[in-house]
C-alpha cells in the first residue's frame, strides 16, 4: 500500500530558529513529490521535486528530494510567525495527478 | 497561478437531506478534477478522480452511491453528498489539473460542511 509519512508530526519554535519537516515515501509509480502550506483553507502550493539532489529555494524555504532513500526535507529558516501552518507533503503515484498526502507537520512559530 | 473555486464555502444541513458542492476552473480547463476530504487536525484524503464525460473513480472505502460525482464539463465537477449523516461533517476540497504548460494541480477553497 502506497504511503506518505511526516515527521514531526508538530513542532513549536521561536521567530528566528530554523527547522527541518521530513518526509518519507513508499508508493509505487513515483512521480513527483510535492510540498504544500495549509493555513485555515485549502494547501498552497509550495514545491514540486521530481529529481533527486537538486535543491529548490523559494526565499527562507527551500526543498530536496532524495530519491534513493525515499525522502525529502523542507527547510525553513529565520522563521517568522506567519510561517505558522500545516505544511503538507504529497506523492504523485502514477499518471493522472492522483496525490497521497502524508499526516502533515503542524508548525507554530512564537514571538 | 490558475483558479479553482468552490461553492458554497460552508454549509449546515440537517442529517437525511443531500448537498451538492460545486468546483469550477475559472481561467483553465480541467479534463480531471480530485475530490478530497479533511477531517479535522487530519490530512487530506482523496475520495475519487472525477474525470469529464465519463464515471468517477472512487477510492477504496469511499461508497459511490453516497458521494455521486459528476463532471459534466471541462470547467465544473460536483459532489453530492447524499442522505448526509453527522459523520459526513468535514472539509471538502477539490482539485483541478491542468495540462498547460505542465500537469499542475490547482486547490479549491474548500467547504466546510456541518451536519446536524
Known amino acids: 500500500e502506497d504511503k506518505v509519512v511526516q515527521s514531526p508530526l508538530s513542532l513549536v519554535v521561536h521567530e528566528g530558529d530554523t527547522v527541518t519537516l521530513n518526509c518519507s515515501y513508499e508508493v509505487t509509480n513515483f512521480r513527483s513529490l510535492l510540498w504544500y502550506k495549509q493555513e485555515k483553507k485549502a494547501p498552497t502550493f509550495l514545491f514540486m521535486l521530481t529529481s533527486s539532489g537538486i535543491e529548490k529555494k523559494s526565499g527562507r524555504l527551500s526543498s530536496i528530494l532524495d530519491k534513493k532513500e525515499l525522502f525529502s526535507i523542507l527547510n525553513i529558516t529565520a522563521t517568522q510567525t506567519g510561517d505558522s501552518a500545516v505544511y503538507l507533503c504529497?506523492?504523485?503515484?502514477?499518471?493522472?495527478?492522483?496525490?497521497?498526502f502524508g499526516q502533515g507537520t503542524e508548525l507554530s512559530v512564537k514571538p | 497561478g490558475a483558479v479553482v473555486s468552490q461553492h458554497p464555502s460552508w454549509v449546515i444541513c440537517k442529517s437525511g437531506t443531500s448537498v451538492k458542492i460545486e468546483c469550477r476552473s475559472l481561467?483553465?480547463?480541467?479534463?480531471?478534477m480530485f475530490w478530497y476530504r479533511q477531517f479535522p487536525k487530519q490530512s487530506l484524503m482523496l475520495m475519487a478522480t472525477s474525470n469529464e464525460g465519463s464515471k468517477a473513480t472512487y477510492e477504496q472505502g469511499v461508497e459511490k452511491d453516497k458521494f455521486l460525482i459528476n463532471h459534466a464539463s471541462l470547467t465544473l465537477s460536483t459532489l453530492t453528498v447524499t442522505s448526509a449523516h453527522p459523520e459526513d461533517s468535514s472539509f471538502y476540497i477539490c482539485?483541478?489539473?491542468?495540462?498547460?504548460?505542465?500537469?499542475?494541480?490547482?486547490f479549491g477553497p474548500g467547504t466546510r460542511l456541518t451536519v446536524t
Open positions: 481561467d483553465f480547463q480541467a479534463t480531471t
Open positions: 504529497a506523492v504523485e503515484a502514477g499518471p493522472g495527478g492522483k496525490l497521497i
Open positions: 482539485s483541478a489539473l491542468t495540462s498547460s504548460p505542465g500537469y499542475e494541480q490547482y
